[in-house]
Protein backbone atom coordinates (compact mmCIF):
# COMPACT_ATOMS: atom_id res chain seq x y z
CA UNK A 1 0.00 0.00 0.00
CA UNK A 2 2.79 2.44 0.60
CA UNK A 3 4.91 1.86 -2.48
CA UNK A 4 1.64 2.42 -4.44
CA UNK A 5 0.98 5.67 -2.57
CA UNK A 6 4.56 6.55 -3.25
CA UNK A 7 3.71 5.94 -6.94
CA UNK A 8 0.80 8.00 -7.35
CA UNK A 9 2.73 10.97 -5.21
CA UNK A 10 5.18 10.80 -7.36
CA UNK A 11 3.23 10.58 -10.58
CA UNK A 12 1.27 13.86 -9.32
CA UNK A 13 5.00 15.82 -8.34
CA UNK A 14 5.98 15.50 -11.97
CA UNK A 15 6.26 18.61 -14.03
CA UNK A 16 3.51 18.42 -16.87
CA UNK A 17 6.90 17.84 -19.45
CA UNK A 18 7.87 14.67 -17.42
CA UNK A 19 4.23 13.64 -17.64
CA UNK A 20 3.52 14.61 -21.24
CA UNK A 21 7.03 12.60 -21.66
CA UNK A 22 5.82 10.03 -20.01
CA UNK A 23 2.28 9.74 -21.74
CA UNK A 24 4.14 10.08 -25.56
CA UNK A 25 6.57 7.07 -24.45
CA UNK A 26 3.90 4.44 -22.85
CA UNK A 27 1.97 5.00 -26.19
CA UNK A 28 4.56 4.90 -28.64
CA UNK A 29 5.72 1.41 -27.12
CA UNK A 30 2.47 0.02 -27.16
CA UNK A 31 1.62 1.37 -30.74
CA UNK A 32 5.43 -0.61 -31.45
CA UNK A 33 4.69 -3.34 -29.61
CA UNK A 34 1.16 -3.95 -32.01
CA UNK A 35 3.51 -3.68 -35.17
CA UNK A 36 6.47 -6.18 -33.77
CA UNK A 37 3.78 -8.22 -32.77
CA UNK A 38 1.81 -8.38 -36.26
CA UNK A 39 5.02 -9.12 -37.70
CA UNK A 40 5.42 -12.48 -35.78
CA UNK A 41 1.65 -13.59 -36.82
CA UNK A 42 2.05 -15.80 -39.94
CA UNK A 43 -0.74 -15.42 -42.42
CA UNK A 44 -1.30 -19.34 -42.78
CA UNK A 45 -1.20 -19.73 -38.85
CA UNK A 46 -4.49 -18.16 -38.91
CA UNK A 47 -6.13 -21.47 -40.01
CA UNK A 48 -10.16 -22.48 -39.77
CA UNK A 49 -11.49 -24.88 -37.77
CA UNK A 50 -15.64 -25.08 -38.63
CA UNK A 51 -15.88 -26.67 -35.13
CA UNK A 52 -15.06 -23.35 -33.31
CA UNK A 53 -16.98 -20.83 -35.48
CA UNK A 54 -19.39 -18.03 -34.67
CA UNK A 55 -17.92 -18.52 -30.42
CA UNK A 56 -18.24 -15.63 -28.34
CA UNK A 57 -15.17 -13.92 -26.18
CA UNK A 58 -13.79 -16.43 -23.95
CA UNK A 59 -10.77 -16.38 -21.94
CA UNK A 60 -9.12 -18.85 -25.06
CA UNK A 61 -10.78 -16.91 -27.78
CA UNK A 62 -10.25 -12.83 -26.53
CA UNK A 63 -12.67 -11.53 -29.49
CA UNK A 64 -14.37 -14.78 -30.55
CA UNK A 65 -13.91 -16.52 -33.67
CA UNK A 66 -15.45 -15.77 -36.63
CA UNK A 67 -17.76 -18.22 -39.24
CA UNK A 68 -14.90 -20.39 -40.26
CA UNK A 69 -13.52 -20.61 -36.87
CA UNK A 70 -10.61 -18.33 -36.94
CA UNK A 71 -9.48 -16.47 -33.94
CA UNK A 72 -10.03 -13.15 -33.90
CA UNK A 73 -7.77 -11.83 -31.60
CA UNK A 74 -4.85 -13.02 -33.87
CA UNK A 75 -6.77 -11.41 -36.51
CA UNK A 76 -7.44 -7.83 -35.26
CA UNK A 77 -3.52 -7.67 -34.06
CA UNK A 78 -2.33 -8.85 -37.17
CA UNK A 79 -5.14 -6.46 -39.24
CA UNK A 80 -3.66 -3.10 -36.78
CA UNK A 81 -0.53 -3.48 -37.45
CA UNK A 82 -0.75 -3.43 -41.26
CA UNK A 83 -2.82 -0.78 -41.04
CA UNK A 84 -0.32 1.39 -39.14
CA UNK A 85 2.51 0.13 -41.22
CA UNK A 86 0.18 1.26 -44.59
CA UNK A 87 -0.14 4.83 -42.19
CA UNK A 88 3.28 4.97 -41.65
CA UNK A 89 4.32 5.19 -45.57
CA UNK A 90 1.34 6.91 -46.58
CA UNK A 91 1.62 10.09 -44.04
CA UNK A 92 5.54 9.87 -44.67
CA UNK A 93 4.76 10.53 -48.58
CA UNK A 94 2.39 13.41 -47.89
CA UNK A 95 4.81 14.75 -45.42
CA UNK A 96 7.52 14.49 -48.27
CA UNK A 97 5.17 16.28 -50.67
CA UNK A 98 4.06 18.92 -48.35
CA UNK A 99 7.78 19.95 -47.11
CA UNK A 100 8.77 19.94 -51.13
CA UNK A 101 5.44 22.48 -52.26
CA UNK A 102 5.74 24.44 -49.21
CA UNK A 103 9.41 25.12 -49.57
CA UNK A 104 9.13 25.90 -53.25
CA UNK A 105 6.53 28.05 -52.47
CA UNK A 106 8.74 30.67 -51.45
CA UNK A 107 10.60 30.89 -54.43
CA UNK A 108 8.82 33.20 -56.43
CA UNK A 109 4.91 34.25 -56.54
CA UNK A 110 4.36 32.42 -59.51
CA UNK A 111 5.42 29.03 -58.13
CA UNK A 112 3.66 30.53 -54.91
CA UNK A 113 0.27 30.97 -56.95
CA UNK A 114 0.38 27.49 -58.43
CA UNK A 115 0.90 25.59 -54.91
CA UNK A 116 -2.32 27.51 -53.54
CA UNK A 117 -4.21 26.64 -56.88
CA UNK A 118 -3.04 22.77 -56.24
CA UNK A 119 -3.80 22.84 -52.59
CA UNK A 120 -7.16 23.90 -53.35
CA UNK A 121 -7.90 21.62 -55.89
CA UNK A 122 -7.11 18.82 -53.93
CA UNK A 123 -8.81 19.96 -51.21
CA UNK A 124 -11.98 20.06 -53.63
CA UNK A 125 -11.74 16.59 -54.08
CA UNK A 126 -13.35 14.08 -51.64
CA UNK A 127 -10.43 12.27 -50.18
CA UNK A 128 -12.44 9.26 -50.50
CA UNK A 129 -13.02 8.92 -54.70
CA UNK A 130 -9.41 10.34 -55.02
CA UNK A 131 -7.94 7.29 -53.21
CA UNK A 132 -10.35 4.41 -54.66
CA UNK A 133 -9.38 5.94 -58.19
CA UNK A 134 -6.28 5.83 -57.41
CA UNK A 135 -5.76 2.84 -56.22
CA UNK A 136 -7.79 1.03 -58.65
CA UNK A 137 -4.95 3.11 -61.62
CA UNK A 138 -2.28 1.43 -59.47
CA UNK A 139 -4.11 -2.26 -59.64
CA UNK A 140 -5.30 -1.82 -56.08
CA UNK A 141 -3.19 -4.01 -53.40
CA UNK A 142 -1.11 -2.56 -50.02
CA UNK A 143 0.81 -0.36 -52.68
CA UNK A 144 -2.25 1.67 -54.38
CA UNK A 145 -3.64 2.36 -51.19
CA UNK A 146 -0.42 3.60 -49.67
CA UNK A 147 0.05 6.00 -52.87
CA UNK A 148 -3.35 6.91 -53.05
CA UNK A 149 -3.62 7.98 -48.93
CA UNK A 150 -0.17 9.64 -49.04
CA UNK A 151 -1.36 11.71 -52.43
CA UNK A 152 -4.51 12.99 -50.90
CA UNK A 153 -3.37 13.70 -47.41
CA UNK A 154 -0.87 16.54 -47.73
CA UNK A 155 -2.79 19.43 -48.12
CA UNK A 156 -3.54 20.29 -44.32
CA UNK A 157 0.29 20.40 -43.82
CA UNK A 158 1.27 21.83 -46.91
CA UNK A 159 -1.18 24.76 -46.42
CA UNK A 160 0.13 25.37 -42.65
CA UNK A 161 3.71 25.14 -43.83
CA UNK A 162 3.03 27.28 -46.76
CA UNK A 163 1.68 30.10 -44.06
CA UNK A 164 4.59 29.34 -41.59
CA UNK A 165 7.21 29.88 -44.35
CA UNK A 166 5.71 33.00 -45.97
CA UNK A 167 5.85 34.84 -42.06
CA UNK A 168 9.46 33.24 -41.69
CA UNK A 169 10.24 34.84 -45.33
CA UNK A 170 9.64 38.54 -43.99
CA UNK A 171 11.54 38.45 -40.98
CA UNK A 172 14.55 40.60 -40.37
CA UNK A 173 17.44 37.58 -40.65
CA UNK A 174 16.20 36.22 -43.79
CA UNK A 175 15.79 39.84 -45.27
CA UNK A 176 19.98 40.10 -44.13
CA UNK A 177 20.44 36.87 -45.99
CA UNK A 178 19.39 37.55 -49.33
CA UNK A 179 21.08 41.49 -48.91
CA UNK A 180 23.96 39.29 -48.44
CA UNK A 181 23.61 37.13 -51.23
CA UNK A 182 22.34 33.92 -50.39
CA UNK A 183 20.58 31.66 -52.45
CA UNK A 184 17.36 30.73 -51.96
CA UNK A 185 18.69 27.56 -51.44
CA UNK A 186 20.57 28.17 -48.70
CA UNK A 187 18.09 29.79 -47.16
CA UNK A 188 15.74 26.95 -47.40
CA UNK A 189 18.20 25.21 -45.59
CA UNK A 190 19.65 27.37 -42.80
CA UNK A 191 16.54 29.53 -41.94
CA UNK A 192 13.14 27.87 -43.24
CA UNK A 193 13.70 23.63 -42.68
CA UNK A 194 14.90 24.27 -38.84
CA UNK A 195 12.14 26.82 -37.98
CA UNK A 196 9.07 24.60 -39.45
CA UNK A 197 10.64 21.30 -38.20
CA UNK A 198 7.96 21.28 -35.64
CA UNK A 199 5.21 21.80 -37.91
CA UNK A 200 6.58 18.53 -40.22
CA UNK A 201 6.75 16.55 -37.01
CA UNK A 202 3.18 17.02 -35.69
CA UNK A 203 2.09 17.11 -38.80
CA UNK A 204 3.43 13.68 -39.50
CA UNK A 205 1.90 12.37 -36.59
CA UNK A 206 -1.47 13.77 -37.20
CA UNK A 207 -1.71 12.53 -40.43
CA UNK A 208 -1.30 9.05 -39.37
CA UNK A 209 -4.95 8.88 -38.27
CA UNK A 210 -5.90 10.13 -41.10
CA UNK A 211 -4.37 7.93 -43.24
CA UNK A 212 -5.18 4.65 -40.95
CA UNK A 213 -9.03 5.45 -41.05
CA UNK A 214 -9.11 6.38 -44.80
CA UNK A 215 -7.43 2.79 -45.62
CA UNK A 216 -9.93 1.44 -43.32
CA UNK A 217 -12.37 2.56 -45.53
CA UNK A 218 -11.38 2.09 -49.02
CA UNK A 219 -10.94 -1.65 -47.95
CA UNK A 220 -14.17 -1.75 -46.38
CA UNK A 221 -15.70 -0.71 -49.76
CA UNK A 222 -13.83 -3.57 -51.40
CA UNK A 223 -11.14 -1.01 -53.32
CA UNK A 224 -8.35 -1.30 -51.29
CA UNK A 225 -6.33 -4.63 -49.57
CA UNK A 226 -7.03 -8.33 -50.77
CA UNK A 227 -9.65 -9.78 -49.36
CA UNK A 228 -7.41 -12.99 -48.18
CA UNK A 229 -5.14 -10.14 -46.30
CA UNK A 230 -6.45 -9.94 -42.44
CA UNK A 231 -7.05 -5.93 -42.74
CA UNK A 232 -9.27 -4.33 -40.22
CA UNK A 233 -11.57 -3.12 -43.47
CA UNK A 234 -11.54 -6.75 -44.54
CA UNK A 235 -12.52 -7.66 -41.10
CA UNK A 236 -15.50 -5.53 -40.88
CA UNK A 237 -16.72 -5.20 -44.62
CA UNK A 238 -16.97 -9.48 -44.02
CA UNK A 239 -18.65 -8.93 -40.19
CA UNK A 240 -21.57 -6.73 -41.60
CA UNK A 241 -23.16 -10.42 -43.46
CA UNK A 242 -22.85 -12.05 -39.60
CA UNK A 243 -24.44 -8.93 -37.27
CA UNK A 244 -27.62 -10.31 -38.09
CA UNK A 245 -26.97 -13.32 -36.80
CA UNK A 246 -26.10 -12.00 -33.31
CA UNK A 247 -22.30 -11.98 -33.87
CA UNK A 248 -21.40 -8.88 -32.70
CA UNK A 249 -18.22 -9.84 -31.61
CA UNK A 250 -16.92 -10.17 -35.38
CA UNK A 251 -17.11 -6.30 -36.03
CA UNK A 252 -17.32 -4.93 -31.90
CA UNK A 253 -13.42 -5.49 -31.39
CA UNK A 254 -11.71 -5.00 -34.45
CA UNK A 255 -13.68 -1.81 -34.83
CA UNK A 256 -13.21 -0.69 -31.13
CA UNK A 257 -9.35 -1.80 -31.77
CA UNK A 258 -9.10 0.53 -34.67
CA UNK A 259 -10.45 3.45 -32.73
CA UNK A 260 -8.51 3.21 -29.91
CA UNK A 261 -4.98 3.30 -32.29
CA UNK A 262 -6.79 6.73 -34.05
CA UNK A 263 -7.12 7.86 -30.47
CA UNK A 264 -3.52 6.89 -29.55
CA UNK A 265 -1.78 8.67 -32.76
CA UNK A 266 -4.16 11.88 -31.74
CA UNK A 267 -2.97 11.34 -28.20
CA UNK A 268 0.99 11.53 -29.33
CA UNK A 269 0.38 14.12 -31.82
CA UNK A 270 -1.12 16.72 -29.05
CA UNK A 271 1.09 16.00 -26.54
CA UNK A 272 4.55 16.25 -28.76
CA UNK A 273 2.99 19.92 -29.85
CA UNK A 274 2.92 20.44 -25.85
CA UNK A 275 6.56 19.11 -25.99
CA UNK A 276 7.46 21.15 -29.24
CA UNK A 277 5.43 24.29 -29.14
CA UNK A 278 7.91 27.09 -27.48
CA UNK A 279 5.12 28.84 -25.74
CA UNK A 280 4.83 25.32 -23.31
CA UNK A 281 8.21 25.60 -22.91
CA UNK A 282 8.18 26.73 -19.11
CA UNK A 283 5.85 24.86 -17.99
Known amino acids: MNSEKYKRFAFKKMNLRTKTLLIISLTALLL???????????????TTNFPLRNMGPSLEHLFGTDWMGRDMFTRTMKGLGL????????????TIIAVVLGLLSSMNKYIDLFVNWLIDLFSSIPHLLLIILISICLGGGAFGVIVGVGLTHWTSLARVLRAEIK?????????LSKNLGKSK???????????IL???VIGTILIFPHAIMHEASVTFLG???????????VILSESMKYLATGSWWLAFFPGLSLLIIVLLFDLIGDNLQKILDPTNAHE
Open 32 to 46: LAIVINSFFIDTSSI
Open 83 to 94: SIQVGAFASIIS
Open 167 to 175: QINTSEYVK
Open 185 to 195: LWIARKHLLPL
Open 198 to 200: TQI
Open 223 to 233: FGLSPHEPAIG
